[in-house]
């Protein structure tokens, strides 16, 4: 059973003794909008106690708030009490809930195209916000005023960028302003949240217009701080010339082409994204140009492509390239290296060292910094095709000792 026919089940039985059942939220904007949605909440009258009561399998991972998950036929879906939400103390998240009706729990939620329910047996739209007649105007607008939304939970601002990003909608003047008004309030909400929402933003198709709005609303600047006009707009370009689908990682490491690399890994500490994210990132932005320096050598180059983000390295710099210069001459060294590449076939990019440590010592070399010195030059000579044998090599080391 796909998601979808689990929670239409699972609405069934709630309707079949007696409650009021509806699919509530996202689902409800996506599936008007005849897109694929990414989950399939329940909204109902029924208290927490009710829904444990009437299905076998339950999680009740969230009964205070009014939440509890139903575990049915191998699926699973999110089933809500309808309720208010009150005492956003910290601008994060509500204090207490309170169990209301449908028209209630509309009316806390974010956005009026997210706060839509529909009925899957009846096929009835229930709409006490109006998203319907936003989602043909394809605006992204509060419920109630945006500036009180924006102080009660401050999460809601990059929210209204995502959904505007992902769904190509504008966001409403007045919620915008709003947004533009509120925006040093961000730096209040947890770094992990904050990049949960701009992976959303930045792994869209469409991620260039949404950091135009990070932009322009001050919301970037809230939560990285330090960029000059020339970088933002270098931002903006090199985001639109990625390719549709990219990493998160990739996408961040095009948000800071125009900077810096110490300044931009100090930026992202906010963020704080895994070690690997981090690691990637800095890899990118620390070897931009280095593609296109056709002075590279051979062993540069096996070591670059021998590197696990290789080919990311490869598709930021073609994105710098064409946001820098434009047109196709602008990428004709990457052309060139492609071939350069190409030419190379099937050659063994990390091959073992034809000679180990304990070789070199037996050649005479005498452990310490030389020691590791003279192993990479070696390797370097080996990766240049210039040592094929460990013959060569051990006439190549005697000559170097030699030297010393
Ligand atoms: P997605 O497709 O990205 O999951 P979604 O609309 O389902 O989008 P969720 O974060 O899954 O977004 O939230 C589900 C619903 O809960 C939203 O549609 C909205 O009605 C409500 N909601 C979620 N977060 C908030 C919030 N911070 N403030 C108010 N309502 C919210
Ligand atoms: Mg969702």
């Known amino acids: 059973m796909t998601n979808k026919q689990v929670a239409i089940r699972v609405i069934k039985r709630l309707q079949d003794n007696g409650y009021q059942a509806l699919l509530a939220g996202g689902c409800v904007r996506d599936m008007l909008l005849g897109r694929r949605a990414s989950d399939y909440d329940i909204a109902t009258d029924a208290r927490p106690e009710e829904v444990i009561e009437l299905f076998k399998r339950t999680l009740k991972v969230g009964v205070k708030f009014g939440v509890v998950i139903v575990l049915i036929e191998g699926g699973q879906v999110e089933v809500a009490t309808f309720r208010t939400e009150a005492d956003y103390a910290d601008g994060r998240r509500p204090g207490a809930v309170e ?23 009846k096929k009835e739209v229930t709409d006490y916000v109006d998203g319907q007649a936003d989602l043909k105007r394809k605006l992204v607008r509060t419920i109630g005023r945006p500036e009180d939304r924006f102080a009660e939970d401050h999460l809601r601002m990059l929210r209204a960028v995502r959904f505007s990003t992902q769904l190509g909608f504008a966001i409403e003047p007045e919620t915008f302003a709003a947004i533009c008004g509120s925006a040093k309030m961000i730096k209040r909400i947890s770094g992990e949240r904050i990049a949960m929402e701009l992976e959303g933003i930045l792994v869209s198709p469409n991620r260039s217009e949404g950091v135009s709005m990070l932009i322009k609303s001050g919301l970037a600047e809230q939560i990285f701080g330090g960029f000059v006009e020339w970088e933002r707009e270098f931002a903006v370009g090199v985001l639109g010339q990625l390719p549709k689908k990219v990493s998160f990682s990739l996408a961040l490491a095009g948000f800071f082409a125009g900077c810096g690399t110490k300044f931009a890994v100090e930026r992202l500490h906010v963020l704080r994204l895994s070690r690997r994210q981090s690691k990637q990132i800095g890899f990118l932005l620390s070897h931009r140009g280095r593609l296109v320096d056709e002075q590279m050598s051979l062993a540069q180059l096996k070591q670059l492509l021998a590197e696990p983000y290789f080919e990311d390295l490869y598709v930021l710099q073609k994105a710098i390239q064409k946001t820098r210069y434009g047109g196709r001459k602008s990428v004709g060294a990457l052309i060139r290296l492609r071939k350069r590449i190409k030419a190379l076939g099937d050659v063994e990019l990390r091959p073992e060292p034809l000679l180990n440590g304990r070789d070199l010592m037996r050649l005479g070399a005498v452990p310490g910094p030389a020691l590791g010195q003279l192993a990479e030059e070696m390797y370097v000579a080996q990766l240049e095709g210039e040592l094929k044998t460990s013959k060569q090599a051990e006439q190549w080391v005697r000559k170097w000792l030699r030297r010393r």
């Open 99 to 121: 169990f209301a009706g449908a028209a209630e729990d509309a009316g806390r939620r974010d956005f009026t195209i997210n706060g839509m329910f529909f009925d899957p047996l």
